[in-house]
């Protein structure tokens, strides 16, 4: 009785813990973001969709002076964070502030993680996905023109801006209310995005990714690479990669740029 007494007391200390982390976690998250939107006009925590009855969810800046006709262009910024972490509280404060008063309204969304040995970076990209479809399909609402939006993001965000920009509209389709939605990417800055995806021995340029624990799938890893989708008619991209990359090699920026030039 004593030794179930202590495990119990001992097993709600530990889930104690990982709440009071969790809530800790959430509040510093908040004070992050009060602080990088402050003086801004800004919609926070819009629900674009729902994945497994859990909200999924992006904030939307807004000019405070409507200076286009049709609507406010738009930037979408997709944060990195190995598509398992990360948060898209990073975007406020001087250049959304410099957009705005542009006229340019910009959106900063979160989407579904990948899980070890669970699930791929599917759900990330099909997230996005639903996020500029969900633009669409309420540009009205928040003043936006749903033919002038730019994607960009870093790492992470780098590849699921690409993907957004070359991946056909058919694929990774996502919320039931959003299918038959077709947004269009007037350009793209992808940032340190990995363009080609290899098994856990690279490939021939040293871009290699890691199925979070899962078995290495060949067709898999081609629907997730952008290299694979490079086409005629695809929007202007603006490419950004530092040369000393050591995590995502400059190789693949290279590789890709000289793909759509040709």
């Given at each position: 009785?004593?030794?179930?007494?202590?495990?119990?007391?001992?097993?709600?200390?530990?889930?104690?813990?990982?709440?009071?982390?969790?809530?800790?976690?959430?509040?510093?998250?908040?004070?992050r973001a009060d602080r990088l939107y402050k003086g801004l006009n800004v919609e926070r925590d819009v629900v674009y969709k729902k994945f497994k009855g859990k909200d999924v969810t992006m904030d939307i800046v807004l000019p405070r002076e409507q200076k286009f006709k049709g609507g406010a262009p738009i930037l979408v910024n997709i944060h990195g964070g190995g598509w398992n972490g990360g948060d898209r509280y990073h975007v406020g404060g001087p250049w959304a502030k410099a957009l705005n008063e542009k006229g340019i309204a910009v959106a900063t969304i979160s989407y579904t993680f990948a899980e070890d040995g669970k699930t791929d970076i599917t759900n990330c990209i099909t997230d996005v996905k639903d996020a500029l479809r969900f633009l669409v399909k309420n540009s009205k609402k928040y003043g936006i023109d749903p033919t002038r939006m730019i994607?960009?993001?870093?790492?992470?965000?780098?590849?699921?801006?690409?993907?957004?920009?070359?991946?056909?509209?058919?694929?990774?389709?996502?919320?039931?209310?959003?299918?038959?939605?077709?947004?269009?990417?007037?350009?793209a800055v992808p940032q340190s995005g990995p363009v080609l995806f290899g098994d856990e021995k690279g490939s021939e340029y040293g871009l290699y990714f890691v199925l979070f624990g899962k078995p290495y799938d060949r067709a898999l890893m081609k629907k997730?690479?952008?290299?694979?989708?490079?086409?005629?008619?695809?929007?202007?991209?603006?490419?950004?990669?530092?040369?000393?990359?050591?995590?995502?090699?400059?190789?693949?920026?290279?590789?890709?740029?000289?793909?759509?030039?040709a």
């Open positions: 009785l004593a030794a179930l007494l202590a495990a119990s007391l001992i097993s709600g200390t530990f889930a104690q813990s990982a709440q009071e982390r969790e809530a800790k976690k959430l509040a510093e998250i908040k004070q994607t960009t993001g870093h790492s992470a965000g780098g590849h699921l801006a690409f993907m957004l920009a070359m991946a056909d509209q058919n694929l990774f389709l996502g919320d039931e209310s959003l299918q038959g939605v077709k947004y269009k990417v007037a350009c997730l690479s952008p290299i694979n989708y490079v086409k005629k008619d695809l929007p202007p991209m603006l490419i950004l990669h530092g040369k000393n990359d050591e995590l995502v090699p400059i190789e693949g920026a290279e590789l890709i740029k000289s793909r759509l030039e």
